[in-house]
């Protein structure tokens, strides 16, 4: 069983820039797509990124696209999320999840562990 942990997120003002990190423990996530969903308060969760088990393909949410960028380092069980121009509507708990499947899909329920979230606050 795979457990993931979140970290990075925090409080920052309009237009800057945060580095999330996901670090994957119990078991290696290299064979897995890994995806970030949001939630903000009173709204469902929704996609934000996903990258394929070997990093060759990514995919964004069009709210984040060309401020975001995902990656990971398969040698540190790692996957990260570089958010620049953070934009007040970014505001949520941010979730790391590994995927059932080796490429990119948006759909949570294609997931099958998820960490407890960090939070990110943009202030106006």
């Known amino acids: 069983q795979v457990q993931l942990v979140e970290s990075g997120g925090g409080l920052v003002q309009a237009g800057g820039s945060l580095r999330l990190s996901c670090a994957a423990s119990?078991?290696?996530?290299?064979?897995?797509?890994m995806g970030w969903f949001r939630q903000a308060p009173g709204k469902e969760r929704e996609f934000v990124a996903g990258?394929?088990?070997?990093?060759?393909?990514?995919y964004y949410a069009d709210s984040v696209k060309g401020r975001f960028t995902i990656s990971r380092d398969n040698a540190k069980n790692t996957v990260y999320l570089q958010a620049n121009s953070l934009k007040p509507e970014d505001t949520a708990v941010y979730y790391c999840?590994?995927?059932?499947?080796?490429?990119?899909?948006?759909?949570?329920?294609?997931?099958?562990?998820w960490g407890q979230g960090t939070q990110v606050t943009v202030s106006s």
């Open positions: 119990g078991r290696t996530v290299s064979s897995y797509a």
């Open positions: 999840a590994k995927s059932l499947n080796p490429i990119v899909r948006v759909v949570p329920a294609d997931y099958d562990a």
């Open positions: 990258i394929s088990w070997s990093g060759g393909s990514t």
